[in-house]
């Protein structure tokens, strides 16, 4: 066997080796990407406004037209806008992929649904009236999220999660 033989097999090996370690960055780079979205998205609906605001949504009965909601809410109508148009802007980061709908259904499935369910009655009437693409994100998110769990057939964390020990369970007691 020649030298050069040899140096071309080291050199394809290189070639080959920087690849695979070039792939495999590349991996790690889109989960801390991942890890990173999940954190800023938590931040807008962490605030203490936030977490306000989904309490009275929560409190709302359902069927509220308009007027009644707006009655309903006084003056906290427009912190209960500013919730909904963050779930409208989170709706194009995960349907664009930005944001993995997986880490978005584990925090927020349960209150987009449940912002949907409660003022879809407003959001159809103000589209009737003029506005027809109003919290369309919003709707597509709640969509989603029930096509993934409906609501009847949700197990809280706490139930589902109990057997867990470590990071590496999270796959095995989430489907």
Known sequence: MSWDLILQALETLAVIIGVVFGLVQLRQLRVQREVQAGIE????????????????????????????????????????????????????????????????????????????????PYIEERRQNGWPNLFEWLQWLAERMEQRTPRAGDVPAFDRFRTWVRGSDYERLSA
């Open 41 to 120: 998205l938590l931040r807008p609906l962490q605030a203490p406004q936030a977490a306000e605001a989904l309490m009275l949504i929560h409190g709302l009965p359902d069927g509220l037209t308009e007027a009644q909601l707006t009655r309903s809410l006084g003056k906290n109508f427009g912190a209960v806008m500013g919730v909904l148009a963050l779930f409208e802007s989170l709706g194009p980061l995960v349907a664009r992929g930005h944001v993995p709908i997986e880490m978005y259904a584990d925090s927020y499935r349960g209150v987009t649904v449940l912002c949907w369910q409660k003022l879809r």
